[in-house]
């Protein structure tokens, strides 16, 4: 729904909502943590349907404890009130009263698993089903053997005719409660209900009336474009105007969507791209849209840490710039890893991927984690000269240097300075350093001359060859002088 569509009462609200949104995020690039936290509160008050709104809140509140997993020091004794708010709420069906008290207690622990269910369970009666979604889930993640928390989701996926996710969850109850025969008996009912309703061809007349709900922030972004657009320009004037027409059309069309979010991740819009196809995967549930979102989503913050380290580099004596760019390379390395070990899991025989993986736990200093996926990946020969390598420094972080040793020499003879220089020189650079550790000068020596060869200001290498060859020929100098004339 545009903004035009509201009552000027709404309006004013969202527009409100909308600067406050802004200033949060200005805030948060200035680490002012606090003051983000209260104009994302604001703008929850002022259009408490909106999900990015609470999603952005509970990034930034982690954020703000350094993802601790506790929240606030001593949370437990500053709760104890909110969770009395949030029951008398309750017990009034007072739905507004306890979302507010639930994120109240959010805000001081965001790891907390009640007060999410809590929420989940406010938002579900306001009618605020994927928020509700999105707390219950939470929930779930920090209380994942909570009985209460797992039926609580599931009847939340059934009621949005998300079978397949209900089933699932309930599974994870019966596992909990093996002999539970009324969640069994659910679990069939669900199953005989996704073949009723798949499709929407159990209530439909035809197949235009099987249409998805449009999420309100796709709709306020990006659909309500499209009636502005109607307004002024014809069919075949604009790409985006005809996509957009299109997926007002038949909604229900994935294909529509992935063509739009393709349009603007040309255009360089990867908000709106990312809003498409959050709705893309709304209609479909298909993992491959899923990932799709997901690498515009990380492309965004890519491109906040290209502007935080630009930022940086202007002003190199600024602390706060320097934190920041600090803080989005954690943000997008933690990510990446993320995302990385979901996309190894549905893609076991992908071994691109696990390379990948490999190097962002090397990343992150936790090289007993990236080993054993680059021992699997080293078995695609298209990668196996650089997964070597890595397994090589991987070795050398575990002291494990005669491991490092092997594996940087079966590198060697499968590299070549023309067509992998970097990873040619990275392991002449390291068999170097081990032969100087072992006391093999003259091996140290023929590793180095093969790097400067190539590059004379690889790292220290020019120096390190100056200090070697002053060391051999002291060495030749003594054993010279020791011979009798």
């Known amino acids: ?59 930034l509140e982690r954020r703000k404890y350094n993802d601790n997993k506790t929240g606030k020091s001593m949370a437990f004794l500053s709760v104890r009130s909110i969770r009395a708010k949030v029951k008398k709420a309750k017990n009034a069906k007072n739905w507004s009263e306890m979302d507010e008290a639930a994120e109240e207690g959010l805000a001081i622990n965001p790891w907390d698993a009640q007060f999410h269910a809590d929420l989940g369970q406010a938002t579900a009666e306001r009618g605020f089903d ?10 779930v993640e920090y209380g994942p053997e909570n009985k209460v928390f797992l039926i609580a989701l599931a009847a939340l996926y059934e009621r949005r005719r998300d079978y397949t996710n209900a089933v699932k969850t309930l599974e994870k109850v019966m596992k909990l409660e093996p002999l539970n025969g009324t969640i069994r008996s659910k679990i069939a009912a669900l199953g005989a209900s996704e073949v009723i309703d798949r499709g929407g061809y159990g209530t439909a007349k035809n197949t235009q009336e099987v249409k998805p ?22 069919p075949g004037e604009s790409a985006e105007n005809d996509l957009l027409r299109a997926v007002q059309k038949d909604p229900a069309n994935v294909a529509n969507h992935l063509k739009l979010a393709d349009h603007y991740k040309r ?17 479909s549930g298909d993992i491959s849209v899923r990932e799709q979102m997901e690498d515009v989503e990380l492309a965004m913050v890519r491109k906040n840490l290209l502007f935080a380290k630009e930022a940086s580099t202007a002003a190199p004596n600024d602390p706060v710039a320097r934190q920041n760019r600090i803080d989005l390379a954690k943000e997008v390395l933690d990510q990446e890893i993320e995302i990385y070990s979901r996309r190894t899991g549905h893609h076991p025989n992908d071994m691109k991927l696990k390379h990948e993986l490999a190097q962002r736990f090397m990343q992150a200093n936790k090289h007993a984690l990236a080993i054993p996926l680059l021992q699997q990946a080293s078995k695609d020969v298209r990668l196996e000269a650089q997964v070597l390598v890595d397994l090589g420094i991987c070795f050398l ?3 494990q240097n005669p491991l490092a040793t092997r594996q940087f020499q079966k590198a060697i003879e499968k590299l070549n300075s023309t067509n992998q220089p970097q990873p040619f ?20 020596e023929t590793h ?38």
Request: with cysteine; glycine share 6%; net charge negative.
């Open 130 to 139: 994927e928020i509700a979604t999105f707390a219950l889930e939470l929930a």
């Open 397 to 399: 972080k575990q002291q």
């Open 1 to 59: 729904m545009s903004m035009e569509s509201y009552a000027p009462e709404e309006q004013r609200k969202r527009k409100f909502a909308s600067d406050c949104f802004k200033k949060a995020t200005e805030a948060m690039a200035r680490q002012n943590w606090d003051y983000a936290v209260e104009m994302f509160s604001i703008a929850i008050k002022m259009v408490p349907d909106n999900l990015m709104y609470r999603q952005s809140l509970r990034g």
């Open 213 to 234: 709900p449009v999420k309100q922030g796709y709709e306020d972004s990006v659909m309500g474009d499209a009636k502005r657009n109607n307004q002024v320009l014809a």
């Open 425 to 444: 020189k990275d392991c002449h650079y390291w068999l170097g350093r081990l032969a100087e550790e072992a006391g093999d000068l003259a091996e140290a």
């Open 267 to 283: 255009d360089g819009n990867l908000e709106k791209a990312a809003l498409t196809l959050q709705q893309a995967l709304h209609v």
């Open 448 to 485: 180095y001359l093969e790097i400067l060869g190539l590059d004379y200001a690889y790292r220290d290498v020019a120096a390190r060859l100056e200090k070697l060859q002053r060391q051999i020929g002291n060495v030749a100098n003594r054993d010279l002088g020791d011979t009798p004339e």
